[in-house]
């Protein structure tokens, strides 16, 4: 076996010496001629002899010997082909006419013979080579079309046709070479954004989490540069069947849309999934910041939701959307204040307790109408809240709880009574005296004492 090699390198450097020797006094001979004979046949021909119109061309009065060795490629011992490979390479670097014969072997049946065609085009020929890189893009090995890829995006990638080019394989098989496709697409936008955010846009929805990562942090690199170029591309996102991408479009037209962006995100808040939608009520929640009429009535809506962290983040934007304009905002929160979720409910009175510091006056209606909700706990917090902002006023409601199914009401409204009586004790003595009467010793205990505070004063 050794011995086979060592007499195959030695006939391979025999032809190759006279393959050089060919060449010179061939191609210094005849290349002129060769020359004027192609500009003659087709203009477009570049100085270099690399085909501007593409693979399809093909160089006459091809010498046998460049023929020979393009044939060697093919040859079943991987040892031969790496021989021919590197004779091939060799000549090339100083003929460069000879690579359109080389190029041939981008249909050669080794996958690693065509790599070396791809990146041996890309080295020496510079945008002649843009015609073969695009027909690699269609090579069956993934190799060899991720190779011609990154060769396209180093090479030219803005060029509208090699852009297209890429574009296509987003929809290749193979992950690899859609995650090649988005980050040549990437140096594309460097120069053309225009024409490269809606071709990113598709890889966006892609099955794979990578491609869909990658290809959301290159839109968001464009929109630095060129807002309005993504802006479509995000809102026709918001209709893909994965939801983190839809998620993605949601916040990235609140960053970038504003207000314009409104009826997406009103879509988005019956979308399928929780987090789609809690986005959809935080984006609503940036415009609520200095359109809170604009905002808050779509806000609202989301007080509904199955969800309860859509409901939280509901009532978390309206109290937002409460800096600006409370009168409008108090009676949308009022309502999450029975919610059946506990947490929720603390949320709201939170939320209102923090309008009432600024604008007691829109939660006073607010509070009063939650006495009639079905949680006792609401309808204590009702009671206190009336307690500290109303006092007198209130007087009714207190007045009317103190008949309250549930015994912690009742005790509570004894003790707003009581707050009442330390200026007025001969409008609340009385109303207090009434729970003296109370089944619930523990009412009838609060009375006492509300009744022995009175007397003191």
């Known amino acids: 076996m050794v011995v086979r090699f060592n007499m195959l390198c030695l006939a391979l450097l025999c032809m190759l010496t006279r393959a050089m020797r060919v060449a010179d006094n061939h191609i210094s001979g005849a290349e002129v001629n060769l020359e004027h004979h192609m500009q003659a046949e087709n ?5 270099r002899g690399i085909q501007a119109d593409g693979p399809d061309e093909v160089i006459e009065e091809v010498p046998e010997w460049l023929q020979n060795l393009v044939k060697a490629l093919e040859d079943p011992d ?7 490979q590197n004779s091939l390479e060799t000549m090339a670097r100083s003929k460069k006419e000879l690579l359109p014969e080389i190029a041939k072997a981008l249909k050669c049946q080794f996958w690693k013979v065509r790599r070396w065609v791809v990146q041996l085009l890309e080295e020496l020929a510079g945008e002649d080579a843009l015609p073969y890189l695009l027909e690699a893009l269609d090579d069956k090995d993934s190799d060899v079309r991720q ?14 046709e090699v852009a297209a080019g ?32 809606p071709m ?45 991408s839809r998620l993605w479009a949601i916040q990235a037209l609140a960053h970038l849309a504003g207000e314009s962006a409104l009826p997406e995100f009103v879509k988005a808040l019956g979308d399928s999934d929780s987090d789609v939608r809690v ?10 910041q200095t359109s809170p009429e604009l905002a808050a009535p779509e806000i609202s809506k989301a007080l509904d939701d199955k969800s309860v962290n859509v409901r939280k983040a509901a009532v978390r934007s309206l109290q937002v959307a409460g800096r600006k304009n409370s009168e409008l905002v108090a009676p949308m929160i009022s309502k999450a204040v029975c919610d059946k979720e506990e947490e929720l409910r603390k949320l709201a009175m939170t939320a209102l307790q923090s309008i009432a510091q600024q604008s ?46 549930d015994s912690d009401v009742r005790v509570a ?23 003296l009467a109370d089944k619930s010793a523990m009412v009838r205990k609060a009375a006492v004492q509300a009744l022995a505070g009175l007397g003191t004063r």
């Open 413 to 435: 409204a004894v003790e707003a009574l009581q707050s009442i009586g330390q200026t007025n004790p001969e409008l609340a003595a009385p109303e207090i005296s009434k729970a």
């Open 147 to 160: 190779d011609a890829l990154k060769a396209l995006a180093r090479i030219n990638p803005s060029k509208p």
């Open 166 to 197: 890429i574009s296509k394989a987003l929809d290749d098989k193979s992950v690899n070479v859609r995650k090649a496709a988005v980050r040549s697409l990437q140096d594309a936008s460097q120069t053309n954004s225009e024409l490269v955010a």
């Open 78 to 84: 991987e040892s031969v082909r790496l021989a021919a």
């Open 360 to 405: 007691p006056n829109a939660v006073i209606p607010e509070a009063t109408k939650v006495f009639t909700c079905n949680l006792w706990s609401s309808r204590i917090w009702a009671i206190q809240t009336l307690a500290h902002l109303a006092g007198e006023s209130a007087l009714p409601e207190f007045v009317k709880a103190l008949g309250d199914s």
């Open 279 to 288: 986005a959809a009520v935080e984006a609503l929640q940036s415009i609520a």
């Open 200 to 244: 990113i846009s598709k890889a966006v929805c892609d099955e794979n989490e990578e491609v869909r990562k990658l290809a959301m942090t290159t839109l968001q690199s464009i929109a630095q540069q060129s807002p309005n170029a993504v802006i479509p591309e995000a809102t026709k996102v918001c209709t893909c069947n994965i939801w983190s």
């Open 43 to 47: 203009p477009k021909v570049v100085d």
